[in-house]
Nanobody, 125 residues
Framework: QVQLVESGGGSVQAGDSLRVSCAAS????????MGWFRQGPGKEREFVAA????????YYADSVKGRFTISRDNAKNTVYLQMNSLKPEDTAVYYC??????????????????WGQGTQVTVSS
């Protein structure tokens, strides 16, 4: 089992920056990749970014490319999502996810095995 705990959400103004964190514990050493998803009010959960452990490769949704950066701290088993130039449409609950083996893709929730409880990010105009 892998436990994921997000932190760092909050309320900001449009144009501000915010960093959310995801600390992994348990069998975190067996992680193949970690990702961030978000779910806005009345919307389905959508892919934001992912980080491949083995290849040190990152993936981003088009809507956040150039504004968000995913990174990791191996020593702390923690993944970060730095969010810059935030927009009201970025308002959502942000979820951290991990998977223990390679899958065909990166962007579907079904391709991840473990999830955190989520952290709220609210961006006001």
């Amino acid at each position: 089992q892998v436990q994921l705990v997000e932190s760092g959400g909050g309320s900001v103004q449009a144009g501000d920056s915010l960093r959310v964190s995801c600390a992994a514990s348990g069998r975190a050493f067996s992680t193949h990749a970690m990702g961030w998803f978000r779910q806005g009010p009345g919307k389905e959960r959508e892919f934001v970014a992912a980080y491949s452990w083995s290849g040190v490769t990152t993936y981003y949704a088009d809507s956040v490319k150039g504004r968000f950066t995913i990174s990791r701290d191996n020593a702390k088993n923690t993944v970060y999502l730095q969010m810059n130039s935030l927009k009201p449409e970025d308002t959502a609950v942000y979820y951290c996810a991990s998977r223990i083996r390679q899958r065909a893709g990166w962007t579907l929730p079904s391709e991840y095995d473990y999830w955190g409880q989520g952290t709220q990010v609210t961006v006001s105009s």
